[in-house]
């Protein structure tokens, strides 16, 4: 197949098919709809052509590989995640963009590995250039508060670095045992040695009892806490 240029996924639609549903927005809405039901190994070329209605060979004329797929959904996905660099409150902003990234892993948890752990894989200037746009969307916000680019960059890592482990984290199965009324036994945790595990099975009732909403509040409150921290101390803004 042939490899998908830098910072593309999908081909947009050249115009001369008009309404032909072979479109990128068709497409991906429907590989989308594949992984949201049945997850990333649901997805194929067999499965999308017959849910378009159509010979999957005619698709890779729009998508030469299943790899072109995956990065256009997360395009899609992210596409949803804006960033206002005019905001005046730099930290407001970055709060909302924070919940909408968590909205979104919540929406779509099968498309989570595509969005978390899928770059890691591939060289920042070699991704979709719709993943770069919140990047470029928080570099412009910060900088234009007065943070250095550098700064910007280290604040934005630190943010979505804490977004990462927290979706993921979220939407881990903990229960083992549903049943159970016991949290140690629901949880599994009765199997840890008492000696070599005695903190982790007394956290037992608040483990079984997580809030990934109050988890993900407590987390952005010490982000920016520890954030504000520094800037008060003279580090991370160039000016005021």
């Given at each position: 197949m042939p490899k998908v240029p830098a910072g593309r996924s999908i081909g947009s639609d050249d115009g001369r098919s008009g309404g032909n549903i072979r479109t990128r927005e068709l497409i991906l809405a429907s590989a989308l709809a594949i992984i949201d039901r049945d997850g990333v190994e649901g997805l194929s070329m067999r499965r999308l052509g017959k849910a378009l209605g159509r010979d999957p060979m005619t698709l890779y004329r729009h998508a030469p590989n299943k790899a072109a797929l995956l990065d256009g959904v997360a395009e899609i996905v992210l596409e949803q995640l804006s960033v206002d660099p005019r905001d005046g409150d730099w930290e407001d902003q970055l709060r909302t963009v924070a919940k909408d990234f968590r909205r979104l892993a919540l929406d779509h948890p099968h498309v989570v590995p595509l969005l978390v752990i899928r770059p890691l894989a591939t060289p920042l200037a070699l991704r979709p250039l719709g993943t770069l746009r919140p990047l470029e969307g928080v570099l412009t916000l910060l900088t234009r508060a007065g943070f250095?680019?550098?700064?910007?960059l280290h604040v934005y890592r630190a943010l979505f670095g804490f977004l990462h482990g927290h979706?993921?984290?979220?939407?881990q199965e903990l229960v083992e045992r549903p049943e159970e009324s016991d949290d140690?036994?629901?949880?599994g945790l009765h199997r840890l040695p008492v000696d070599?595990?005695?903190?982790?099975?007394?956290?037992a009732p608040i483990l079984a009892s997580y809030d990934g909403a109050?988890?993900?509040e407590r987390g952005l409150d010490l982000f920016f806490s520890g954030l504000r921290a520094t800037l008060d101390s003279g580090d991370g803004r160039t000016s005021g």
């Open positions: 250095s680019a550098a700064d910007a979706v993921l984290d979220e939407l140690l036994l629901r949880l070599e595990f005695p903190l982790l099975r007394r956290l109050a988890e993900f």
